[in-house]
């Protein structure tokens, strides 16, 4: 049974820093080829926000371009994102995403694309 658990979120002003972790367990670490970040506001559709698989490639959604970065630490079975210039919009509910198929460029951020999920971990950024 796979499990992710989220930690890292909290309240912060904005233009601070926050750096989210998932920690992955139930399959070997590895063989989940994708992997990503979610986040989703109440009355909203949940959002890609960044991914990563297996080969290297990397996806962000737009709004985050340079100021969220992704990585992942297999030895530690450890997803990241790295989140600086924090605006208010950036305010949600973060949730990571995970799948052992190694999903193609354009389906990174489809949260359908995706069959193991986290519990998430608020971040509120107040201005």
């Known amino acids: 049974q796979a499990q992710l658990v989220e930690s890292g979120g909290g309240s912060v002003q904005a233009g601070g820093s926050l750096r989210l972790s998932c920690t992955a367990s139930g399959y070997t670490y590895s063989s989940y080829s994708s992997m990503g970040w979610f986040r989703q506001v109440p009355g909203k559709e949940r959002e890609g926000v960044a991914a990563?698989?297996?080969?290297?490639?990397?996806e962000y959604a737009e709004s985050v371009k340079g100021r969220f970065t992704i990585s992942r630490d297999n030895a530690k079975n450890t997803l990241y994102l790295e989140m600086n210039s924090l605006k208010p919009e950036d305010t949600a509910m973060y949730y990571c995403?995970?799948?052992?198929?190694?999903?193609?460029?354009?389906?990174?951020?489809?949260?359908?694309?995706?069959?193991?999920w986290g519990q998430g971990t608020q971040v509120t950024v107040s201005s």
């Open positions: 990563t698989v297996s080969d290297g490639t990397i």
């Open positions: 995403a995970a799948d052992r198929v190694l999903l193609p460029l354009g389906w990174l951020l489809a949260q359908s694309a995706y069959n193991h």
